[in-house]
T-cell receptor, first 110, second 118 residues
Framework: EADIYQTPRYLVIGTGKKITLECSQT?????MYWYQQDPGMELHLIHY???????EKGDLSSESTVSRIRTEHFPLTLESARPSHTSQYLC?????????FGQGTRLTVV | AQSVAQPEDQVNVAEGNPLTVKCTYS??????LFWYVQYPNRGLQFLLK??????LVKGSYGFEAEFNKSQTSFHLKKPSALVSDSALYFC????????????????FGQGTILTVHP
């Protein structure tokens, strides 16, 4: 079982609130990823990081931001949540080969 | 830009029959290829990978996949399906070519729902 953790698992929040989704891994992996998963199922890469102080935008444009100040930590922040941000957010980490995924955060913005 | 296509939104198969879930990819340089499975309200679980070597790779739960470079495909297969195999399956590709902004980026297909009927 991979050691990658996401909190919270579920979040319901009002429009306009600032939120941070946490993702931590204890495997020392250099690469980390955030994916947004549609209710229909498709996964979209929104952010990734090669290592500390390295972040890149993914394939899907997102209003969220990320930071990578420590190897093990890759938080995602929404400054002002909107209903269109309602989705499942999956975090993953990788060293050389396969990625390991957290359980996900299901975000609902009302 | 790298991409992955899973042409079938759904695959239905009877228990005991062989199953195939299709995947094609596009990437510059040599690809790393992966299959993942997702059960409801869970994260993705790694099934198998192709890095180099034999074109037929074996993974967890009796699954295997065949890498075909000329057809840029990496189809997932299992000789005898189980009802418990019913889940959402994702194919993914990573660019092998070091350097450049795409290094390490992991891109997924749109997913295929596999349903195995008793």
């Amino acid at each position: 079982e991979a050691d990658i953790y996401q909190t919270p698992r579920y979040l319901v929040i009002g429009t306009g609130k600032k939120i941070t989704l946490e993702c931590s891994q204890t495997m020392g992996h250099d690469k980390m990823y955030w994916y947004q998963q549609d209710p229909g199922m498709e996964l979209h890469l929104i952010h990734y990081s090669y290592g500390v102080n390295s972040t890149e935008k993914g394939d899907l444009s997102s209003e969220s931001t990320v930071s990578r100040i420590r190897t093990e930590h890759f938080p995602l922040t929404l400054e002002s949540a909107r209903p269109s941000h309602t989705s499942q957010y999956l975090c993953a980490s990788s060293e050389s080969w396969e990625a390991f995924f957290g359980q996900g955060t299901r975000l609902t913005v009302v | 830009a790298q991409s992955v296509a899973q042409p079938e939104d759904q695959v239905n198969v009877a228990e005991g029959n062989p199953l195939t879930v299709k995947c094609t990819y596009s990437v510059s340089g040599n690809p790393y290829l992966f299959w993942y499975v997702q059960y409801p309200n869970r994260g993705l679980q790694f099934l198998l990978k192709y890095i180099t070597g034999d074109n037929l790779v074996k993974g967890s739960y009796g699954f295997e996949a065949e890498f075909n470079k000329s057809q840029t495909s990496f189809h997932l297969k299992k000789p005898s399906a189980l009802v418990s195999d019913s889940a959402l399956y994702f194919c993914a590709v990573r660019n092998y070519h070091a350097g450049g902004t795409s290094y390490g980026k992991l891109t997924f297909g749109q997913g295929t729902i596999l349903t195995v009927h008793p």
